[in-house]
């Protein structure tokens, strides 16, 4: 665990640098949604994510160079959107739930990381139901989100 730098994360200009709490993501998943849409300009944003109880409370010296949007979303959470000052890349999303209590993930853009590690996991295309590109057959795919995980482990 100690051995664990993470990941190199940063941003287009260089400004915002720093790492991963780890080098092994929770999850990651390809969303089609309008706001993952608009927050990467791009067709769909890729979200890596992290135990937010790893990434908070963030290193002072980080925390004064991000810059956060704050919006509440559909189900009555409020994401802290957290980007570049400088060139206006998106670094991460964290969420504070409707009781208060921060969401147990936090969602890392995957192309604000800088390693090939993060592209080796399995990823899951979601809200393909507001997707704005024919999706390959082969891809993994939900209309919203995929069911809850069996539970496999403990
Ligand atoms: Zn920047
Ligand atoms: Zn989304």
Not at 50 to 71: G, I, M, R, Y
Not at 116 to 124: D, E, L, Q
Request: hydrophobic letters at 35%; aromatic letters at 10%; proline letters at 9%.
């Amino acid at each position: 665990m100690s051995d664990d730098l993470g990941l190199p994360v940063s941003c287009e200009c260089g400004y915002i640098n720093f790492r991963t709490p780890s080098s092994k993501p929770l999850g990651m998943a390809h969303c089609h949604c309008t706001s993952c849409r608009k927050q990467s300009a791009s067709a769909f944003g890729t979200s890596v994510h992290f135990p937010a109880d790893q990434v908070f409370p963030l290193p002072a010296e980080l925390e004064q160079k991000l810059s956060v949007f704050t919006h509440l979303t559909d189900s009555g959470n409020t994401k802290h959107c957290y980007f570049c000052p400088k060139c206006g890349v998106r670094i991460m999303n964290a969420a504070i739930l409707p009781d208060g209590s921060r969401r147990y993930a936090v969602s890392f853009k995957g192309g604000a990381i800088d390693s090939g590690v993060v592209w080796a996991t399995p990823a899951k295309h979601i809200f393909t139901r507001s997707a704005v590109m024919k999706l390959p057959d082969e891809w993994e795919t939900y209309e919203t989100i995929p069911p809850p995980p069996a539970k496999d482990k403990k």
